[in-house]
């Protein structure tokens, strides 16, 4: 029988939630990894391996991988390195896992392949193929802050096209396999100085609609919609408490419903006012409904990351996030009502959903 | 021979590495090197890329705090360790 098994990364290890198809039970097991800050984890079906993204301030960064859903884990991090101009690999960002191949989006900005599970790594790009790319990848000209790739989104009908976020820079779009990118950030906004005309936006989060051309984005300022695969941007704010968060998805049936979890932009960076919620859009961004049934709603300062929430693909939706305060929070109705399905991990960065045979 | 002593960090992420061992080599990156060669990986646990060794990695020749060109003599007691601050 198909088990539904959530992957929560965490700042001490890696932890497995699983449950049967109905979503409702789940066992916690964990920590994995030796306790190294698992930055994302992600299943690949056709393979059977979990892959986890890890950096630690002792050892430095590796992906750690198991074959057996959590019983043995091995790490490696050949490969993962940049040769030119003494810049150190600090962290991997985010995993993708596709076609037998799993790519690793890295910090600072670059993309990193692994064609045999994860034994090794090869540097795919650096966004080399943009045009303004070594104006803007001088650190002295980028903002403050982490900047990596932390998503690298392919596309479903087209091999060799991905889109891809730099952290602070923006969005872009391959269609040759990573050799030449072109900013994707028209229409987008920017409450800071910009010195280049495509890029400079900080867009947190990307996601496909089940229509291959709607995407949805969640940016430091602003919630944003795209019919057009990325080619141009229309804001959908309004009618949310608050412009700022990370984490979204897209429902996976219903081209028009999306869900994000607006936060405090502040230090605090938490729900607003301590009451949880999510928020969701049933009409391509027109409207908001407030999604807490089930959620704390008094004294509940949770952060959720951009890695933080994951919708599985049953014909109704569960819906999962985890929080910087160790809760897991799940949704079997497509975000109506919620319960804790996991009170005390380590602070939450990541959760996917996967479901295994 | 240098009896080297590792952080109890390592031992778990390679196959029966001990957290104690004897090195035959002539300075502390020699060393790491030798048993990089047995554990595939160990060097880039320890240093970065140079190498160097990593922010929150000292280590210690006869009590000293040294780096990695540090001479290693017969007898000498090399640890490596890791920062001792972080919860």
Not at chain 1, 47 to 72: K, N
Not at chain 2, 31 to 47: F, H, N, S, V, Y
Request: with cysteine; charged share 25%; net charge negative.
């Amino acid at each position: 029988m198909p088990k539904t098994v959530l992957l929560v990364g965490t700042r001490k290890g890696c932890f497995l939630l699983t449950s049967d198809a109905d979503r409702r039970d789940w066992e916690v097991k964990g920590p994995y990894c030796e306790g190294w800050p698992i930055y994302h984890a992600v299943y690949d079906r056709a393979g059977g391996t979990i892959y986890a993204a890890a950096a630690s301030e002792w050892h430095g960064t590796t992906v750690w991988r198991s074959p057996d859903l959590g019983e043995t884990w091995e790490q490696s991090s050949e490969g993962l390195a940049y040769d030119d101009g003494g810049r150190n690999l600090t962290k991997v960002s985010g995993l993708t896992v596709e076609d037998g191949r799993v790519l690793a989006g890295a910090e600072p900005g670059g993309i990193f392949a692994s064609e045999d599970g994860g034994k090794t790594w090869k540097l795919l790009s650096r966004l080399e193929g943009h045009p303004g790319r070594a104006a803007w990848d001088e650190p002295e000209n980028q903002p403050p802050g982490h900047l990596g790739v932390p998503a690298i989104i392919p596309h479903p009908n087209d091999s060799g096209r991905y889109l891809a976020i730099i952290q602070g820079i923006g969005a872009f779009e391959t269609t040759d396999d990573f050799r030449t990118w072109t900013a994707r950030n028209q229409g987008l906004r920017a409450d800071w100085p910009r010195e280049y005309d495509d890029v400079g936006f900080c867009v947190h989060k990307l996601v496909r609609s089940p229509d291959v051309d709607r995407l949805y984005q969640q940016n430091h300022v602003g919630m944003h919609r795209s019919d057009d695969g990325g080619n141009s941007w229309t804001e959908i704010t309004d009618g949310l408490p608050t412009e700022f968060g990370f984490a979204a998805a897209a429902h996976p049936h219903d081209r028009d419903t999306f869900y994000v979890v607006p936060l405090d932009p502040g230090h605090g960076r938490t729900m607003p006012d301590g009451k949880a919620a999510v928020w969701r859009t049933q009409d391509a961004g027109n409207t908001w409904q407030r999604l807490d049934k089930g959620l704390p709603q008094q004294d509940a300062y949770l952060g959720v990351l951009r890695e933080g929430m994951a919708i599985d693909k049953e014909d109704e939706p569960g819906l999962y996030f985890g929080t910087s305060t160790g809760q897991v929070f799940a949704s079997r109705d497509a975000g109506d009502s919620w319960a804790e399905v996991a009170s005390y991990l380590p602070s939450i960065s990541s959760v996917e959903v996967a479901v295994v045979d | 021979m240098a009896q080297l002593r590792l952080p109890p960090t390592l031992p778990p992420l390679f196959a029966d590495l001990p957290r104690r061992l004897d090195v035959d080599a002539p300075t502390v990156v020699d060393a790491i090197t030798q048993l990089d060669e047995r554990w595939p990986g160990l060097l880039d646990r320890l240093c970065e890329r140079g190498p160097a060794l990593r922010q929150h990695i000292h280590v210690y020749v006869d009590g000293r705090r040294a780096d990695l060109d540090a001479a290693l003599a017969d007898g000498s007691r090399v640890d490596v360790i890791a920062a001792i601050s972080g919860g």
